[in-house]
């Protein structure tokens, strides 16, 4: 079942078409990956998806129900949480303040002290720091406190936007390590990310997006063995 599906999505900035037609599917429980060089339309997509920005024309569904001019606020209440690119944590509160904002559209106490739980359960280096100023913590850490705010909302879906971006090689198999560890838990995952051979390493479908075209998808391992992508994206 599609939880998320876009049809014919078309965004512009002004006279520019960034977003040209495009249409995908995320199943309830896969991780699906979105592959494409910088400026292809990645971003724009999951800004699009979260109501960050407005689309011209097409459609836009979460568990069946439309969302394309659904504020971005209603879509997190919804269950769709977006772990930004470059991290957007606020620098000057603490990691445990930062945290606590994702659960900002939430009311019951005791599941939101649960939901704590489970994400110190993931970034267990987050709870030893829980007190630190969240601008002193490293890149891997800072990405690892994102990805934990935005499981406070407790999404059926999340979309995260470049996770491995800026990162050491030992913090990105850590963070897509814990991609794959939230998504066994239940949580649906749309992945945007240069990193071609990662993000296929751990995804069950993918799309490519040329110039904000789809112009081609299938399994990931399919992908992965595809001479144009070793070509382009694997560095094969």
Known sequence: MALLKVENLMVSYGMIQAINGVSFEVNKGE???ILGANGAGKTTILHTVTGLLSAKSGKIFLADKEITKTPAHKIVE??????PEGRRIFQELTVYENIMLGAFTRKDKAEIAQSLEQ???HFPRLKERSRQIAGTLSGGEQQMLAMGRALMSKPTIMLMDEPSMGLSPLYVTEIFNIIKEINQQGTTVLLVEQNAKKALSIADRAYVLETG?????????????????KKAYLGE
Do not use: E, F, P, T
């Open 213 to 229: 075209r789809i112009v081609l998808d299938g399994k990931a391992s399919d992908l992965m063995n595809d001479d144009g992508i």
């Open 119 to 121: 994400v110190y359960s």
């Open 78 to 83: 919804m269950g769709m949480a977006h772990v």
């Open 31 to 33: 991780i699906i990956a």
